[in-house]
């Protein structure tokens, strides 16, 4: 499985970015596919997931700023980011793991198998 992020890049604060995540590899008809980011001096931690069944969760902080998406190939993961703060600057990277029956995806870094390197975001005020 291969996980290859693009996108990043500078922005202002208010300013919108669009992350993409090709993916490959992965066979399951069961997934969570999320977007997690690491800001420096701080731990990774879940921004939005979605699963196979379409469903979406996002980190609250990010709630009504992002949009998480697959196309209908399910081989490209966006993370749509709008009214960007200096709090999102972060590195971000997606994952996928499998998603058990009856199990909604969870921001458990556990749960996911396979990542992406990584795409810087710098948000300047």
């Known amino acids: 499985v291969q996980l290859m992020e693009s996108g990043g890049g500078s922005a202002q604060s208010g300013g919108s970015l669009r992350l993409s995540c090709a993916a490959s590899?992965?066979?399951?008809?069961?997934?969570?596919m999320g977007w997690f980011r690491q800001a420096p001096g701080k731990e990774r931690e879940g921004v939005a997931l979605?699963?196979?069944?379409?469903?979406?969760r996002y980190e609250d902080s990010v709630t009504g700023r992002v949009t998480i998406s697959l196309d209908n190939a399910k081989t490209t993961l966006y993370l749509q980011m709008d009214s960007l703060k200096p709090d999102d600057t972060a590195m971000y990277y997606c994952?996928?793991?499998?998603?058990?029956?009856?199990?909604?995806?969870?921001?458990?870094?556990?749960?996911?198998?396979?990542w992406g390197q990584g795409t810087q975001v710098t948000v300047s005020s």
């Open positions: 994952a996928i793991g499998y998603r058990r029956i009856g199990i909604a995806c969870r921001t458990a870094q556990s749960e996911y198998d396979y």
């Open positions: 979605i699963g196979d069944n379409g469903r979406a």
């Open positions: 590899g992965y066979t399951g008809s069961r997934y969570c």
